[in-house]
């Protein structure tokens, strides 16, 4: 949860380090409002301030810009406000009340999202409220961290059921064991980019290609795995039975429900092991099982994401698929993503009753995950398709009072993949 305005309002949000902007949706978006969805009032803050200097996207109404997701966007006005997450604080920082959204964002009852990217992938051009955090020095360490479980096996976990444990400023020691293995990122801080060293796959190691062609962005907000086509094409047939989808399945695989599943991706010189669990995304037909990793092509999509980052652009999306299996921590500075091995207990994907101790607690609530074939952002007034619902009770760490934990409910790690629709659009429920 955070709150803006004067006097503060407090909405939920989702999290996402695979999009830099904030937004939320405003009580002038009529058709965007559940009785139970909060929105902010622009009128009922004395410091809300309309920015009127950032160009308006192309086809969107005067003075709005559109952030376009893969499975929808949302339009609104570029203003600035007090925006507080616990007891830290931003003056003025740049935000966009969203007037209009599309179905899929209103269906899933999404009321905002805190991206967690760099400025340069922010389409209002302005600092993202955690790095305007970090030069303010307001943590007491410029990183972040992530702690998501695996969900309990029901495909409709409520909002507010434990998911795991978000650190802002910081990380809990007692959700890891040994050293966390931080690996420097790959050109200009944009995604939170690494290099894919190598697959395992069944305990053997499979062929993928290197240098630009392994650049992965490691993004909360995406629900899979996507990958370069040559790449999940060999790690496929590795697994014995797996088959290609074709239609308006085409990019995803299945592999018989009874084959466990073992892959393994390394950064830099380690490898970390994927829970098979977690590899198998839940039956597609009969004895098939969809397969959590699947082909992104952003290299020959034409996105207008290649102007922004050139030969930078990341070829795999390292989403929660991965991300359960590990403690991941985002460093500022040196920019560099670490992850650690999980402790016995968060492993197996335990809860805790209570989350560190300290000062300030604080709330946060959200509603889904969502990812596509192309859940990283793209230029003009873009983003990607982000992070799940952030929910429950958060108390600062140990790390003094500028370092933040928070519960994270398992809507964020449960999905539900909706047949009915292509592909091209995943819900997190």
Known sequence: MISIGTPPQ????????????????????????????????????????????????????????????GSGSVTGKVASDTVTYGNMTVQAQTFVAVDAMDEAFFELNTTGILGLAFQGLSATQSVPFWQALVNAGELS????????????????????????????????????IGDIDYQDLVGSPLYWTLSVSGVTVQGSPVS??????????????????????????????????SQALTGEYDGYYTFPCSTTANVSIAFGGRSWPINPADMNFGTFDGESCLGAIFVIDLEGSGDA?????????????????????VYSVFRANPPAVGFAALTDSTAQG????????????????????????????????????????????????????????????????????????????????
């Open 141 to 176: 360490n410029p990183e972040m961290s992530f702690y998501l479980i695996r969900d309990d096996g029901e495909p409709f976990a409520t909002y507010d059921e434990f998911g795991g444990v978000f650190t802002l400023g910081g990380t809990d020691s007692s959700l890891f």
């Open 305 to 325: 994401a290649t102007d922004i980052v050139g030969a930078e652009i990341p070829t795999w999306v390292v989403g929660d698929a991965f991300l359960k299996n």
């Open 350 to 429: 335990t809860g805790f009753s209570s989350v560190l101790s300290g000062s300030p607690t604080t709330t946060i609530r959200s509603a889904s995950i969502t990812a596509s074939e192309n859940p990283l952002p793209i230029t003009s007034g873009t983003s990607s398709v982000s992070t799940g619902t952030l929910s429950a009770s958060s108390t600062a760490t140990s790390h003094a009072s500028s370092a933040t934990g928070l519960i994270i409910p398992s809507t964020l790690t449960s999905c539900v993949l909706a047949f009915a629709a292509a592909l091209s659009s995943w819900i997190t429920l």
């Open 10 to 69: 407090s909405l939920p949000v989702q999290l996402d380090t695979g999009s830099s902007d904030l937004w939320v949706v405003s009580t002038s978006c009529t058709e965007c409002e559940e009785e139970d969805t909060a929105a902010f009032n622009p009128s009922a803050s004395s410091s809300f301030k309309l920015n009127t200097t950032t160009p308006s996207t192309f086809g969107a109404p005067h003075g709005d810009i559109v952030l376009s997701y």
């Open 208 to 241: 993928i290609a290197t240098g630009n062609s392994s650049l992965a962005a490691i993004d909360t907000g995406t629900t899979l795995i996507g990958a370069p086509a040559a790449a999940a094409a060999a790690i496929y047939g590795a697994i014995e039975g």
